[in-house]
């Protein structure tokens, strides 16, 4: 079965499946925050935020936070990342920076990713299977090798995104 036959392409996790960064340590959560909304917002990502919560349990706090921005790349073409940060025993600590004391925060952190390509999210060939065969058609025959171009395009920011989080994450380890 070729990726025509699917209107998701997924470069990033999947339909059931996460890439996944697990982190114990020191971090500093506005500045992870920051950083992944800094990322995305310098390549025209729309944000929309699922889920912001906080629980406070005896061990510290849960915190999730689950953002899915997108970016419509053309009329046939959206770019959707899947992002969820998931904190378990976080507490505020003070940590001494350049000769001061600092807040940030220790705890178990998970950052998970999803990135795929909706294809025809403008619903240009209808769901009737006519359509269907048009579009599959289409994207088989005249626009394969733009799609690929599009997809590892996405897979190069999810991947920079990634590497963008561990930097972030790594820069407290010591």
């Known amino acids: 079965m070729g990726k025509e036959k ?9 339909d059931r499946g996460w890439t996944t960064i697990k982190y114990s340590g020191i971090f500093d959560l506005k500045e992870l925050m920051r950083s992944i909304n800094s990322y995305l917002g310098d390549r025209n990502y729309i944000p929309v935020q ?38 378990l025993r976080m507490v505020d600590i003070l940590v001494e920076e350049d000769g001061r004391k600092v807040k940030k925060q220790k705890g178990d952190l998970e950052f998970m990713i999803k990135a795929n390509i909706k294809k025809n999210w403008k619903k240009t060939f209808s769901k009737t299977s006519s359509g269907e065969f048009f579009r599959q ?19 190069a920011e999810a991947n920079e995104l990634i590497k963008r989080v561990k930097e972030v994450l790594h820069s407290f380890k010591g």
């Open 6 to 14: 699917k209107e998701e392409v997924y470069v990033h996790g999947g």
């Open 50 to 87: 699922n889920e912001h919560s906080e629980k406070i349990t005896p061990a510290g706090r849960e915190v999730v936070i689950d953002i899915e921005p997108f970016r419509d790349v053309t009329e046939y073409v959206r770019f959707n990342i899947r992002v969820s940060v998931i904190i």
């Open 137 to 155: 058609t289409y994207e088989k025959y005249f626009t394969k090798k733009m799609l690929s171009d599009y997809e590892d395009k996405l897979e």
